[in-house]
């Protein structure tokens, strides 16, 4: 597919910033051309490219550190896919419903109409719906959510969207480390027009670093790199992130222990009698639908644990995400308390 057709004009012809210390090696350079003050432990500036970040990350996810572009956090490279590919006014952005709502949020903020195409009953895309409201629209942005927040399941035929959309689909996998379904990284090789965003802020633990990944062709990822802040990760949040993912026994235990405390509480939830169903999870998340969905979701902030409300737009549930095992009891042990209160 020729990418560079969905490509805003004015990004195309852009040319990039770039720091000069990035790019090239000096021997104990003299830094006198940013402006910096010259004393202080984080006097200078991050590395605008990230080197040592994106090596370790493309060691660990055994892709090439060039399909590697880095955001504050996936959120901010929803905002920068938008900003390349959609002319503001014109070009629109497709989303699932219901879905991550960051998607929307940004296309909305860039003047980006909005297609939302209907998840059905098992919260999967059929194939008539994702063609009859894409094709032959000016739709150049398809956002896939798999696991998808909130509903938790794994959207199927992934493949045949990114075959069948003219213009580039992103499938945002923040939850696919819960996940053991494969990841669309798989199908990078055949797909020019697909970018897949994984974030450290789930499975890694480090939502506060704002991390996010954006896995695509060495082009789409020149193209981030050209519109992205130069300095959008702090020098602190690369380091603390590099320590992180040097800990990966740390890593493997904690994420076993969300998965095995979340098999614990599918169990404990399913026996409560004010829980009409619990949604199928491929993520650290259940989707819950409650007898008394509101009244549930009150009395649980006065008991200050808070929970995702998910009605009327999903009637009758709430999004509720794993904690540690004491705070999952505490969780239950209101919920078993509420069922005689309500
Ligand atoms: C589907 C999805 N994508 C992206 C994000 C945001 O990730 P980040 O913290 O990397 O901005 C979230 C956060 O809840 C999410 O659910």
């Given at each position: 597919m020729n990418i560079e057709k969905f490509v805003r004009p004015n990004i195309l012809a852009m040319t990039p910033y770039t720091s000069l210390r990035d790019y090239a090696e000096f021997s104990k350079p003299v830094l006198l051309d940013a402006n910096e003050n010259p004393y202080g432990i984080y006097n200078r500036y991050p590395d605008s490219t990230q080197k040592r970040l994106k090596e370790k990350l493309s060691e660990i996810?055994?892709?090439?550190?060039?399909c590697i572009a880095l955001g504050n956090g996936s959120d901010e490279l929803i905002d920068l896919l938008i900003k390349i590919f959609c002319i503001p006014g014109k070009d629109a952005v497709a989303v699932i419903n219901p879905s991550f709502a960051m998607y929307s949020f940004y296309a909305e903020v860039h003047g980006s109409p909005v297609i939302k195409l209907q998840l059905d009953e098992d919260f999967q895309l059929a194939k008539e719906e994702f063609l009859s409201k894409t094709q032959h629209t000016n739709a150049k942005i398809l956002f896939l959510c798999s696991p998808n927040n909130p509903t938790g399941n794994s959207l199927e035929n992934i493949e045949f969207f990114i075959e069948n959309f003219d213009g580039i689909v992103v499938v945002d996998e923040a939850y696919t480390e819960f996940s053991p379904n494969i990841s669309a990284i798989d199908y990078l090789n055949r797909y020019n027009n697909l970018v897949i965003l994984q974030t450290l802020s789930k499975a890694w633990g480090?939502?506060?670093?704002?991390i996010g990944m954006a896995i695509a062709s060495p082009f789409i990822i020149s193209l981030i790199s050209k519109v992205k802040s130069p300095y959008n990760i702090s020098s602190v949040n690369i380091q603390m992130a590099l320590m992180q993912l040097n800990s990966y026994d740390d890593y493997r235990f904690k994420l076993n222990e969300i998965l095995t405390e979340k098999s614990r509480m599918q169990k404990k939830l399913s026996e409560l009698e004010t829980v009409v169903k619990i949604y199928p999870s491929q993520a650290n998340f259940f989707l819950v639908e409650f007898a008394e969905a509101g009244k549930t979701y009150e009395k649980l902030l006065e008991k200050n644990i808070l929970t995702s409300k998910r009605f009327p737009s999903i009637p009758g549930c709430l999004r509720i995400n794993i904690g540690t095992s004491e705070e999952n009891d505490f969780l239950i042990e209101t919920l078993k308390n509420l069922t005689t209160e309500i």
């Open positions: 996810k055994n892709i090439p550190a060039d480090l939502a506060g670093l704002r």
